[in-house]
């Protein structure tokens, strides 16, 4: 079964540029989550969608991030204009019915913005 | 909202048993406490979960104090696979704080 996807792995860009992910859940599942890893940190959630319900999008910075699940299925999460700041792992995960101990995380998104 | 607090880091030699603490002082008493641990460029991993009775999978297993409070994950013979950052949470707000980095020396 294949697992969270994210494209891109890797992302450099300049400050003030927009910039995009995307992830694709595990077949089936309805929970999908966003997080953001700052180097030595651990992960913090930006936003949990239940489908395509955005429930939990309290850490969100909703001046420069945006995000969205169409379908209920694929989502994703857009940045403009980037900040220096926000170099960090973006790492998107999936659970069935928000339950933790099936939430599985993809492999992330390394963002450097320059 | 519920916080957890762990040591930044531990070393354990490979073969031995690795006991990973917690303190979860504010948890509330229906919260469950959860472990994850990320190896380098991965994402997290979910290992073990419990409320109030010890847990074992697997993978590990988990000592809750009476009063929860506290709670130690165990890997009862840690490789050198199982270093990597290990995170106790507790999942009101899916905060997972700094965690413990574990080495296991060979």
């Known amino acids: 079964e294949a697992g969270v996807v994210q494209s891109p792995r890797y992302k450099i860009i300049e400050k003030k540029q927009p910039v995009a992910f995307w992830c694709n859940p595990i077949?089936?599942?309805?929970?999908l989550y966003w997080y953001r890893q700052n180097l030595g940190q651990g992960p913090e959630l930006l936003i949990r969608?239940?489908?395509?319900?955005?429930?939990?999008d309290s850490q969100l910075p909703k001046d420069r991030f945006s995000a969205e699940r169409l379908k209920g299925v694929d989502s994703t999460l857009k940045i403009q204009p980037a900040e220096l700041g926000d170099s960090a792992v973006y790492l998107c995960?999936?659970?069935?019915?928000?339950?933790?101990?099936?939430?599985?995380f993809g492999p992330g998104t390394r963002l450097t913005v320059t | 909202d519920a916080k957890t607090t762990q040591p930044t880091s531990m070393d354990c030699a490979e073969g031995r048993a690795a006991n990973l603490p917690c303190n979860h002082s504010?948890?509330?008493?229906?919260?469950?406490v959860y472990w994850y641990r990320q190896i380098h460029s991965q994402g997290p991993q979910y290992i073990i979960h419990?409320?109030?009775n010890n847990e074992t999978n697997e993978m590990a297993s988990l000592i809750i104090t009476e009063d929860r409070k506290s709670s130690t994950l165990i890997l009862p013979h840690a490789t050198l696979r199982d270093t990597a950052v290990y995170y106790c949470?507790?999942?009101?707000?899916?905060?997972f704080g700094t965690g413990t980095l574990l080495a296991v020396q060979p």
């Open positions: 504010t948890i509330s008493g229906n919260e469950y």
């Open positions: 419990g409320l109030k």
């Open positions: 995960a999936s659970s069935l019915n928000g339950i933790l101990y099936e939430q599985y």
């Open positions: 077949s089936g599942h309805n929970t």
């Open positions: 949470i507790a999942p009101n707000k899916l905060i």
């Open positions: 969608y239940e489908n395509e319900e955005a429930v939990d």
